[in-house]
């Protein structure tokens, strides 16, 4: 029996989902907001581990084209300290396949591949129990029917209701992202201080971090701990009281302000180190959002979640690679499901792996957010101690 599957969103987690339905020849409808692939910025680089990300890209089909596009050497990872001062400078061997980097737009074209992705649907509400299945309602007022609603549209989830009334919380942890482009040509100094792969540099209650994309494009991102309204008094919430104006409110979309006040922020840190933000091109701002931890629901039939819409937690590396083996996961149950009790079944089933397995990630990587942008900066070294392969 051929179920009606609708996935909601086309991320990492959405994609896979649909591109392992599609390897097993069922059909699937992909419903994705966005009006076109390239929309927006697909955002920064991920690494995607062996027994994730790369896992589910074996149920895809997808591994070999996966190794030839992937950046091995950008495994590399260095530490400094905030005076410059190198820390730790690991190097993956020749043959380390455990984590390589790929940059986000190439893995969804890699993803999208022959899939027939519906832009421009964004989806509003699902409602699970119809006569006919579950109703899905569409931004355009348009209403489908389906038998089962995949809901994988990441934090701010519109299918996640239908089945928990849970909703993200901030951290207290707040990512300024910018980027820096050409860097090998442009800012070669900057190209060396960050070598293959990542830099980190921290601080008291505050990191900067540099990961290196593709085509010599950097993404830099500046962290730290504040309040969630830290940018309408800068004096008040961050302490910086050496310039006038710092009462008056930072306006987010003022690139040289935003530069300033960061620059304010990091004040003291070595100027190789400050080069990232004085090159930086627009500033974007992240305030990290989580869903607590272990996060489950009663199940419902006909609607489940995967990715960040099931789970976020903070972004130490693992989301998209839960995401994208959830996706390939439930997709392999679904097509081997004959009717729609067995669906049901295997929803069930899915859910409870996933529920185990993302409660186990979510707590390791609350606790890593917890001691990188820290009080105390030598947490955050001996967390990379302990999980960096010696
Ligand atoms: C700075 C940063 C660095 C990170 N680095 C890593 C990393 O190295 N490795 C890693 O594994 N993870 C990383 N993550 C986490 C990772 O980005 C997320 O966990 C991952 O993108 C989640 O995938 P997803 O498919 O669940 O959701 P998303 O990637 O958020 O995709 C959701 C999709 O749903 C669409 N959508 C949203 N609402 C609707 C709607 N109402 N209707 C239709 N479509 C909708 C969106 O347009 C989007 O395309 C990082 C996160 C951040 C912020």
Do not use: C
Request: no cysteine; charged share 20%.
């Amino acid at each position: 029996m051929r179920h009606r599957i609708a996935v909601i969103g086309g991320g990492p987690a959405g994609l896979t989902f649909a591109r392992v339905l599609h390897r097993h020849d069922h059909p699937v409808t992909v419903l994705e907001r966005d009006p076109a692939p390239d929309a927006r910025p697909p955002g920064g680089t991920l690494d995607l581990h062996e027994k994730l990300g790369q896992l589910a890209l074996g149920k895809a089909g997808l591994l070999a084209e996966f190794q030839a596009l992937s950046r091995p050497e950008g495994q590399a990872m260095r530490i400094l300290d905030t005076d410059g001062t190198v820390l730790r400078d690991w190097q993956p061997r020749p043959d380390d396949r455990a984590n390589p980097e790929i940059d986000r737009g190439q893995l969804r074209d890699l993803l999208l591949g022959p899939l027939d992705v519906q832009w421009g649907r964004g989806v509003t509400e699902v409602v699970p129990g119809a006569r006919d299945g579950v109703l899905v309602h569409f931004a355009d007022g348009r209403q489908e029917t389906f038998d089962l609603v995949v809901g994988a549209d990441g934090a701010w989830s519109r299918v996640r209701p239908a089945v928990s009334s849970a909703t993200p919380h901030y951290t207290g942890v707040t990512l300024v992202e910018t980027s820096l482009d050409d860097v090998d040509t442009r800012h070669p100094d900057l190209a060396r201080l960050i070598g293959d792969g990542s830099m980190a540099v921290y601080g008291v209650n505050r990191a900067l971090v540099a990961q290196r994309n593709s085509g010599g494009h950097v993404k830099v991102y500046a962290q730290f701990r504040a309040p969630l309204d830290w940018h309408t008094n800068l004096e008040r919430h961050m302490g910086l009281n050496r310039r006038a104006g710092m009462d008056a409110g930072l306006d987010l979309a003022d690139v040289e302000a935003v530069r300033s006040s960061l620059l304010a922020l990091f004040d003291g840190w070595a100027a190789p180190v400050l080069d990232l933000l004085r090159h930086g091109t627009a500033f974007v701002h992240r305030p990290l959002y989580v869903l607590p931890v272990g996060h489950t629901w009663a199940h419902v039939p006909g609607v489940t979640l995967v990715g960040d819409a099931a789970h976020l937690m903070p972004p130490l590396g693992v989301g998209a690679n839960l995401g994208m083996l959830e996706g390939a996961e439930l997709a392999e149950s679904v097509a081997a499901a004959p009717s729609s009790g067995d669906l049901d079944e295997a929803v069930r089933a899915f859910e409870e792996q996933m529920w185990a397995r993302a409660g186990m990630w979510a707590k390791i990587t609350t606790a890593g957010l917890e001691r990188l942008v820290s009080p105390d900066p030598t947490e955050a070294l001996a967390f990379f101690d302990e999980v960096q392969p010696s």
